[in-house]
T-cell receptor
Framework: DAGVIQSPRHEVTEMGQEVTLRCKPI?????LFWYRQTMMRGLELLIY????????DSGMPEDRFSAKMPNASFSTLKIQPSEPRDSAVYFC???????????FGSGTQLSVL | GESVGLHLPTLSVQEGDNSIINCAYS??????FIWYKQESGKGPQFIID?????DKRQGQRVTVLLNKTVKHLSLQIAATQPGDSAVYFC????????????FGKGTKLSVIP
């Protein structure tokens, strides 16, 4: 299995632009998570899905952030409009169940200028 | 141990020596704990996990110890190698059927050749 696949690996954009991050979970995993990592705050859970349904989005910082999971093999995290303080590494992770280990993708390094 | 503030605690170890990385967790209801390794530019990688009904678990060159009385977790790496240089995170999961992992701030391990 190729693991959790994220794209793009790097994204540089200007303030106010829309940013879309993409994730393909490991085949057969029914839970998908979006995390954000910064030096100041470490790894923060933004939102997670179970069987394509958003379960907990309390970590989504603002209405500018939205996430979708249209099917079991694809999810997006969108920021519109983006701001410099959104600059971070965004990770997608998936697991096969509540008592299963979490596998992370390689992340998207986002820089908002 | 876990960091407070901006700077990660750093552990420097001579190649071949054993390393011990500590983690204090806060939720007495947590029943599942994981150690992750994160190398520069990569996503967190699963190392070893332990459930709350155990106090020790061994893997290849790694051992996790759990002391529920004082809510303390440690990761021991035997015969540390340069490839072990990374940031190590402990993560805990609430036992109430939650999927959500809460991550510590991490400890940076530097192996001196």
């Amino acid at each position: 299995d190729a693991g959790v696949i994220q794209s793009p690996r790097h994204e540089v954009t200007e303030m106010g632009q829309e940013v879309t991050l993409r994730c393909k979970p490991i085949s057969g995993h029914n839970s998908l998570f979006w995390y954000r990592q910064t030096m100041m705050r470490g790894l923060e859970l933004l939102i997670y899905f179970n069987n394509n349904v958003p379960i907990d989005d309390s970590g989504m910082p603002e209405d500018r952030f939205s996430a979708k999971m249209p099917n079991a093999s694809f999810s997006t995290l969108k920021i519109q409009p983006s701001e410099p303080r959104d600059s971070a590494v965004y990770f997608c992770a998936s697991c096969g169940g509540a008592n299963e280990k979490l596998f992370f993708g390689s992340g998207t390094q986002l820089s908002v200028l | 141990g876990e960091s407070v503030g901006l700077h990660l605690p750093t552990l420097s170890v001579q190649e071949g020596d054993n390393s011990i990385i500590n983690c204090a967790y806060s939720n007495s209801a947590s029943d599942y704990f994981i150690w992750y390794k994160q190398e520069s530019g990569k996503g967190p990688q699963f190392i070893i996990d332990i459930r709350s009904n155990m106090d020790k678990r061994q893997g290849q060159r790694v051992t996790v110890l759990l002391n529920k009385t004082v809510k303390h977790l440690s990761l021991q790496i035997a015969a540390t190698q340069p490839g072990d240089s990374a940031v190590y995170f402990c993560a805990e999961k609430d036992g109430a059927g939650s999927y959500q992992l809460t991550f510590g701030k991490g400890t940076k391990l530097s192996v001196i050749p």
